[in-house]
């Protein structure tokens, strides 16, 4: 059984751009979490999507956005890029969220410059 | 609201040594509890979860975990570590109820010395 997918590995972006980031769950999980991890902040919830719908959003600025499409597949964007963006970009998925056991990528390391 | 404090973000042992991984929690309902570990440059593995069934959780890797209501804690042990431990290890709470994310601790770096 496949794990959970997170394409690209890495990312160089300049600032002000924006990037778009991809997740592939398990097959049949249907929910897919974000979360943002750094040196100076660790891990930060970024948003939940559960059927296409957001359940929850962490506390981040609206350059943060995300969706999932109809196959569970969800991407994450973030516009006008600022340095403090630098950071990996984990996606984890399990069957419905809450208490279920999550499962995680590799994730994105993106760097802004 | 729920937090997680892992004390110490360092620890450093001996192999063959005891592991002792510090969590303490915070939670308005009863929680649900995880460890993951990380290692260099890879995503988090779920090292075992607390789901009210049973106070001590065994996991993978001869890991293990004890909650205790009474402490708020959920600390991760192994009898003896192995060279292969030496990662970065996270406690999550997750309360459950519409609350669909997981809020993790600081992490603490394991250090396995020959």
């Known amino acids: 059984k496949a794990g959970v997918t997170q394409t690209p590995r890495y990312l160089i972006k300049t600032r002000g751009q924006q990037v778009t980031l991809s997740c592939s769950p398990i097959?049949?999980?249907?929910?897919v979490s974000w979360y943002q991890q750094t040196p100076g902040q660790g891990l930060q919830f970024l948003f939940e999507?559960?059927?296409?719908?957001?359940?929850n959003k962490g506390n981040f600025p609206g350059r943060f956005s995300g969706r999932q499409f109809s196959n569970s597949r969800s991407e994450m964007n973030v516009s006008t890029l600022e340095l403090g963006d630098s950071a990996l970009y984990l996606c984890?998925?399990?069957?419905?969220?809450?208490?279920?056991?999550?499962?995680f990528g590799q994730g994105t390391r993106l760097t802004v410059v | 609201a729920q937090s997680v404090t892992q004390l110490g973000s360092h620890v450093s042992v001996s192999e063959g040594a005891l592991v002792l991984l510090r969590c303490n929690y915070s939670s308005s309902v009863p929680p649900y509890l995880f460890w993951y570990v990380q290692y260099p440059n890879q995503g988090l593995q779920l090292l075992l979860k607390?789901?009210?069934?049973?106070?001590l959780v065994k996991g993978i890797n001869g890991f293990e975990a004890e909650f205790k209501k009474s402490e708020t804690s959920f600390h991760l042990t192994k009898p003896s570590a192995h060279m292969s431990d030496a990662a970065e290890y996270f406690c999550a709470v997750n309360s459950g109820g519409s609350n669909y994310k997981l809020t993790f601790g600081k992490g603490t770096l394991l250090t396995v010395n020959p």
């Open positions: 984890a998925s399990s069957l419905q969220g809450g208490y279920a056991e999550a499962f």
């Open positions: 999507y559960f059927s296409e719908t957001q359940r």
């Open positions: 607390y789901t009210s069934a049973a106070t």
């Open positions: 097959s049949g999980h249907r929910s």
